[in-house]
């Protein structure tokens, strides 16, 4: 079990990282390596001080969510001629699963699109349906997601257990 003062801890190095990427990402387009790596790795330390026996499947579970992401980003890229999912934002996913149980992924993804697609609803709403074909950075709704989905996790308990 981890101590309180352990979550806390890691609950606000992953919000300052997350904002980090999160202020990046909508400014540029593009999520530095070094914030993917610190995100990754603070993760994986607070696993593995945490319970250690379970690195093992985070590892395995980053390494398939990468996988899965990029497959996505390359068939889209096959099927368009352009890429809709940046390699930043691959990336980022195999670090969020550093974080979070494997059951929360989908919830992650749910949130993160969701979110996206308000967004984008928003600006078209207050700019116009030139909007809706807007390039827009994957990153901040990735935050949003993995924020909730750590929540749910450490504060709701929504892993069940299972992992």
Request: glycine share 10%; charged share 10%; hydrophobic share 65%.
């Amino acid at each position: 079990m981890h101590s309180s003062l352990a979550l806390a801890a890691a609950t606000i190095a992953l919000a300052a990282v997350l904002a980090a990427i999160a202020i990046a990402d909508f400014r540029r387009q593009i999520i530095p390596d070094g914030l993917n790596l610190a995100l990754a790795g603070i993760g994986l330390a607070y696993q593995t001080a945490t319970d250690a026996e379970g690195l093992p499947v985070r590892l395995l579970f980053a390494v398939v969510t990468f996988a899965a992401a990029w497959l996505i980003r390359r068939g889209h890229f096959l099927m368009t001629g352009r890429i809709g999912l940046g390699l930043g934002d691959v990336k980022m996913l195999a670090a969020a699963a550093c974080w979070i149980s494997p059951l929360l992924l989908p919830v992650l993804l749910f949130v993160a699109s969701a979110s996206a697609l308000l967004f984008v609803g928003g600006l078209v709403v207050a700019t116009g349906p030139a909007a809706a074909k807007a390039r827009v950075a994957f990153g901040p709704f990735i935050a949003i997601g993995l924020g909730c989905s750590w929540a749910l996790e450490q504060f709701a308990g929504l892993d069940m257990g299972l992992l």
